[in-house]
């Protein structure tokens, strides 16, 4: 009988260790699913930010997610970054430096490149949502006027290449470019 309720005991025993360590268990495994979907839903906010803030896509689909410069309205991006260069002369983003940032998802050991968003890019994605998006419009609707009265095509029909001679030459004439620092 003695030996009967030892080895019952021992199995109640092991039955609520079982269960501790289930529920511990549990427990990481929820907060593990926690911590994912907390850096899920801070890369799509990165990927937003950036994508809106670029021009890189309005499609509500992708909006959440990476997406390229190859696969952007090109013209629109680079329209974009010379508005942020002609609108403040504290932090300069070129072309070439967003393109190499931008060319690859994920840096060699497989994080997204997001997270080590150079300074630049970052200085412009805060101008951007700090009122940049209307000085961007504006710089557009300057740019179109300059390109209509000099008698050339839409950018929408012009090369990248063609896009950014243009945009060298608007940016130098104190006629249409308002943002020229005047002195």
């Not at 850096?39 to 890189?56: G, M, P, S, T, V």
């Not at 909006?63 to 942020?84: L, R, T």
Request: charged share 25%.
């Amino acid at each position: 009988m003695k030996k009967k309720a030892t080895f019952i005991i021992c199995i109640i025993s092991l039955l609520l260790i079982g269960v501790i360590f289930y529920r511990i268990h549990l427990e990481q495994v929820k907060e593990e699913a926690k911590k994912e979907a907390e850096e899920k839903e801070e890369l799509e906010i990165l990927y937003y930010e950036q994508n809106r803030a670029f021009w890189l896509t309005c499609n509500f689909s992708k909006i959440y997610s990476y997406y390229s410069f190859e696969d952007s309205d090109k013209n629109i991006v680079v329209i974009s970054i010379y508005a942020y260069n002609n609108a403040q002369s504290k932090n300069k983003l070129t072309v070439d430096e967003f393109i190499a940032y931008i060319s690859n998802e994920y840096d060699s050991n497989g994080k997204p490149m997001i997270y080590s968003r150079p300074q630049n890019v970052n200085a412009y994605i805060a101008w951007f949502f700090c009122g940049g998006d209307d000085l961007i419009n504006r710089f557009e609707n300057y740019f179109i006027s300059y390109l209509k009265d000099k008698q050339k095509p839409p950018y929408e029909e012009m090369s990248l290449e063609e896009v950014i001679a243009n945009l060298e030459e608007f940016q130098k004439d104190p006629e249409y470019n308002p943002f020229i620092q005047q002195g």
